[in-house]
């Protein structure tokens, strides 16, 4: 979870860093571009600061050579998933900065992950927009600590059995999961995915199962 809280740490920071009321960089495009670059560039750095990286490191090189996975909700981008027109953004940046590095990023379909409590699997009440409350639990949540936890899980759950958890996908009115890979229903397929990353890098399964003819993904090649 410490990643929700650098990302929200490099949020204000941005915006502290935009919105200065002189604006001092909006004078100059160039500086602007620059600035950011710079900018981004500290982000990711402490971004991979907290898995144990650095930009300046190969993940093969890194000191804790535990298996790294970086999971983005693909809910935060356009409807049609295209990363490729997300250039100017940070994440944009960061993806292809981290794959550069030999690290494994695959995008994770949000269905259900501000919904779901991430301790008992139940439906959650939501309490503001930050603020989420399990009535089973009895316990608070912040919407995105909350949310990344249950992607989380969902990529544990998938390296380990190959399927999305159940209370994570949608249930048809029959009872049936039209997003399992065994659901006859479904025109699911498996498929490994092949890692850019060399080294000790452990590779991501993955699947791209079909809804109402919409593609869903957990898709290796993002860029
Ligand atoms: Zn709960």
């Known amino acids: 979870m410490n990643y929700v809280e650098e990302l929200e740490l490099v949020e204000t920071r941005l915006k502290k860093f935009y919105a200065g009321d002189d604006n001092r960089y909006k004078k100059h495009a160039w500086d602007l571009e620059r600035a950011k ?75 259900y992950t501000s919904k779901k409590c991430p301790r008992c699997t139940e439906f959650i009440a939501q309490v503001t927009l930050r603020s989420f409350y399990c009535y089973s639990c009895k316990q608070y949540f912040h919407r995105d600590t909350m949310a990344a936890q249950n992607m989380c899980e969902i990529v544990l759950h998938r390296l380990k ?57 957990i898709d290796p090649s993002l860029d």
């Open 161 to 217: 059995t190959f399927e999305r958890p159940k209370h994570l996908q949608p249930l048809a009115a029959d009872g049936s999961y039209p997003w399992m890979a065994s659901s006859s229903t479904s025109s699911s397929n498996m498929a490994a995915s092949s890692s850019t990353a060399t080294g000790s890098t452990t590779a991501a399964s993955s699947s791209s199962s079909s809804r109402k003819g919409q593609e869903e993904q």
């Open 37 to 111: 670059q710079a900018e981004y560039q500290a982000i990711a750095e402490r971004l991979l600061n907290v898995v144990g990286g650095s930009l300046g490191r190969r993940v093969e090189d890194n000191e804790d050579k535990d298996p790294i996975l970086f999971g983005v909700g693909l809910g935060q981008f356009s409807s049609n998933s295209k990363l490729s027109t997300l250039h100017p953004t940070f994440l944009s940046y960061f993806i292809q900065t981290v794959r550069s590095l030999g690290y494994v990023v695959v995008g994770i379909n949000e269905y």
